[in-house]
């Protein structure tokens, strides 16, 4: 999968996501990373890429044409790649321009599901107060943020959204850790781990976990995510209990734990 970075500091990206488990994807060639520095598709003779806002206000508005110039570059630069077979003239279809900004929907882990499927993603780092809205209209498919706050840039949500969507494509974690790689699938967060020592500070490893028991084991941990969720995200335990994630003994736990009488059967 090719992640495509339109921004005005690209050694940020390329820096930020080269370590650890996403350099090893991409020197095994599972992802790609194509940064791309918007500044080098200005034609301002002073290399500007912002101006002022028209009716006025605080900051600068990244202009349109830079962004829309630097789009087109990489649309063609995707296209020229696909597009190696001059026998067939199948048309492909344009890849996701997505722009990072807090105006846009919420990331979820669903909304990574879906864009992992793709071949290709251009992402559009904004910066200042701003995107010109006519590059916008233009070029963007998708306006995402990463939560209720605000940033300088896109820049670290883009780093964000490609951890979290490189993770889900085939090859890049190795099995043990794509094993792991459940959380939020049925509404739960993860129990929690332990490793040696056995004793560390006077603090035990729960005893459950030394047993070998393995089904014990399981139902131990099932029961520390229904808790640990309960206590810091209540309204996921909802969902889970309303999407059926529970088992019939998990759901008498949680009745349990919640005091809810009132779905006995
Ligand atoms: Cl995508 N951009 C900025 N600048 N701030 C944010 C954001 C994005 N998501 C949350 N806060």
């Given at each position: 999968m090719n992640f495509h970075v339109m921004t005005l500091f690209p050694e940020m990206i390329t820096q930020g996501l080269s370590a650890s488990i996403l350099g090893r994807a991409q020197e095994k060639g599972f992802i790609a990373l194509n940064a791309v520095n918007i500044?080098?598709?200005?034609?301002d003779k002073h290399k500007r890429v912002d101006d002022y806002p028209y009716g006025g206000g605080a900051g600068m508005v990244m202009a349109a044409e830079p962004v829309v110039r630097c789009c087109r570059a990489v649309m063609e630069q995707i296209a020229k790649e696909n597009g190696g077979c001059p026998d067939t003239k199948e048309q492909k279809k344009c890849p996701r321009v997505i722009y990072l900004t807090p105006q846009g929907c919420t990331f979820t882990q669903a909304m990574a599901k879906e864009l992992a499927q793709e071949e290709d993603l251009i992402f559009l780092c904004g910066h200042?107060?701003?995107?010109?809205e006519r590059a916008i209209e233009m070029i963007v498919t998708d306006q995402v943020s990463i939560g209720d706050y605000v940033l300088t840039g896109g820049e670290l949500p883009v780093m964000v959204m490609i951890d979290v969507i490189a993770r889900l494509?085939?090859?890049?974690?190795n099995n043990k850790e794509s094993a792991e790689?459940?959380?939020?699938?049925?509404?739960l967060l993860e129990y929690p781990q332990y490793t040696r020592p056995e004793v560390y500070e006077g603090l035990s490893v729960p005893e459950v976990l030394l047993s070998g028991h393995h089904a014990k084991i399981g139902e131990w941990r099932r029961q520390q995510s229904i808790l640990r969720t309960k206590k810091v995200r209540p309204e996921l335990l909802a969902q889970a209990v309303k999407e059926e994630c529970l088992s019939k003994k998990e759901m008498k736990f949680y009745r349990e734990i919640t005091g809810d009488g009132t779905k006995e059967k």
């Open positions: 500044r080098d598709y200005t034609l200042y107060e701003g995107v010109d494509v085939p090859g890049v974690l790689s459940e959380t939020f699938q049925d509404y």
